[in-house]
């Protein structure tokens, strides 16, 4: 254990492979596959200590869920549908911006009276009392429906596992309605159904998480700070921008009042001449750049960062103290 790598399982072809990829780029951090394409094992470039495993994401959730990977990049949707106990055995450190997809409820749009999970009640009574069957739920997702159907308080039900085309489970009249992903609703709507208006069970995206269960020893601990602070600086600088000006050291007290009032901060303390620099979030440039105008500042500059390290991250310091 104690000189375990870091093992990062990531997605081993198409588009997610493609975002997760880019996503790493952004923060400087290359995957590298020194036999091709076809390598199920990699690096990143200039990090040592990490061993990348390109696996298949339904893989990824069962590698974080025993500790054979410490970090991996897959939807919450698998994770929660895969691993019983899942605020147990991994941390969600952060989302990751693609992969977007709900898990919904859906219906045939023929059903004009039924509208939310409620009305599946008079569904299911009606199908006993006039074929003597269950009311039958096509689906991936067994747990997340078992459990989303349980909180609604609907019980009447058989659940019809899916190992094709979850949508057409309806008009082939294997089952009345379906437990499914969307993007768009395209599909589901090319295949008659329409999604209850309760029927949202989860809106999942790619994240990146962390096994509670692997073998976190001191190496691998390193190397994941160092890969969650490359993460972290790239996320500050795309989220922040830094602000320039010059202004009469007098009105010190208003500006540190104005920097209070949008969440301002002045990386390298109170100013000690005229020049001012403050780092805000993008949505408060314009409030910030408007209070310093009206404290008389002049040639007030924006720029942007590559990337914005700070004394500490959230990722790191949501990552050690889940390891404790």
């Not at 069957?133 to 429906?145: D, E, G, S």
């Not at 208006?197 to 020893?217: K, Q, T, Y």
């Not at 949505?283 to 750049?289: H, K, S, T």
Request: hydrophobic content about 45%; proline content about 3%.
């Amino acid at each position: 254990m104690t000189d375990s790598p870091l093992i990062l399982a990531v997605p081993s072809k198409g588009r997610l492979q493609e975002n997760a990829a880019a996503f790493f780029a952004r923060a400087g951090l290359v995957f590298s596959q020194t036999r091709g394409a076809l390598d199920y094992r990699g690096t990143l470039k200039g990090v040592p200590d990490v061993e990348v495993a390109f696996v298949s994401a339904s893989e990824i959730v069962n590698q974080l869920a025993t500790g054979a990977a410490h970090l991996g990049i897959t939807g919450e949707d698998l994770i929660r549908e895969q691993i019983a106990d899942a605020d147990d055995a991994v941390e969600i450190l952060t989302p990751l911006g693609f992969g977007h997809a709900n898990v919904i409820v859906a219906v045939p749009q023929a059903w004009i009276d039924v509208r939310n999970m409620a009305d599946l009640d008079e569904v299911a009574a009606d199908l006993r009392s006039r074929h003597g069957r269950k009311m039958r739920v096509a689906t991936k997702y067994v747990n997340l429906t078992r459990r989303f159907f349980a909180e609604k308080g609907l019980a009447d039900y058989r659940i019809v596992e899916s190992l094709g085309a979850t949508e057409g489970a309806p008009g082939a009249g294997s089952a009345e309605l379906v437990v499914d992903i969307t993007t768009t609703g395209a599909t589901l709507s090319a295949n008659a159904l329409k999604i209850l208006d309760d029927g949202l069970i989860l809106r999942s995206e790619a994240n990146l998480v962390a096994s509670a269960r692997a073998p976190w020893s001191a190496r691998a601990r390193q190397a994941a700070i160092a890969v969650l602070t490359r993460i972290a600086a790239e996320e500050e600088a795309r989220t922040s921008r830094e602000i320039r000006a010059s202004l009469d050291p007098a009105h010190l007290e208003s500006l540190m009042e104005l920097a209070r009032s949008v969440e301002a901060n002045l990386p390298y303390g109170e100013p000690q001449g005229r020049e001012v620099v403050l780092h805000c979030r993008n949505a408060m440039v314009f409030d910030l750049v408007a209070g310093l105008q009206a404290l008389g500042a002049q040639d007030v500059t924006v720029r942007t960062f590559d990337y914005l390290f700070r004394p500490t991250n959230a990722l790191s310091e949501r990552l050690m103290r889940r390891l404790g």
